[in-house]
């Protein structure tokens, strides 16, 4: 009995001591581009017109390509990082990488080599689940399981999907901040 209370006092006490979810800014965000958040819960939000340069995979070599073209292109960097995400059964899986121009009049739209496309991305409205931690397996099923009910309960259907990862190898994992994310089909 003592055992247990104890571990219940260990357990309470640890949770009233723990630190909320925090985001840790490296880079400017994208004008007009919300910040990440409310943490672990599903929310509605709006993402303005902005411009990418997008390439196929979602490796540290597909990272390292898209640091070149905006080192060469003297772009500065922004968070977050931007990957498509497709359904594959029912897991996710990350299909190519973006990273955001400040705005749309940085740089200019179109193909640099055979690796990357610049576009430009129309204004969009998303259902997001952030979290503060790794981006596992684990932790983007229960993130696209979160927004799968969402989808549900509002009676909507996703025209896509993208992940959000907005630090980089310098935040520990445990404090990164992720954003899994349906982008609505856009009203009429």
Known sequence: MKKTLALILLSLSSCLGAE????VSEAPLPKGWPAPGPYNEVAEKSYPKYRAAITPG?????????FSHIKKKDIPMTAP????MEKDGDKMKRVNMAFLYQ?????QSGADGQKIEVKDIEQA??????????DSPEQIAKA??????????????????RMLGYNGPGTPRNKRTYE?????????
């Open 103 to 107: 705005n749309t009049e940085v740089g």
């Open 144 to 161: 696209q399981n979160a927004l799968e009910k969402a989808l549900k309960a509002k009676e909507l259907k996703a025209e896509s999907f």
């Open 81 to 84: 990082v931007e990957m498509k």
């Open 125 to 134: 409205k998303a259902l997001s689940y952030a979290w503060v931690g790794d």
């Open 20 to 23: 909320p979810p925090a985001y």
């Open 58 to 66: 979602s490796s540290g070599l597909s990272f390292w390509t898209l």
């Open 180 to 188: 899994l994310q349906a982008v609505l089909p856009v009203e009429p």
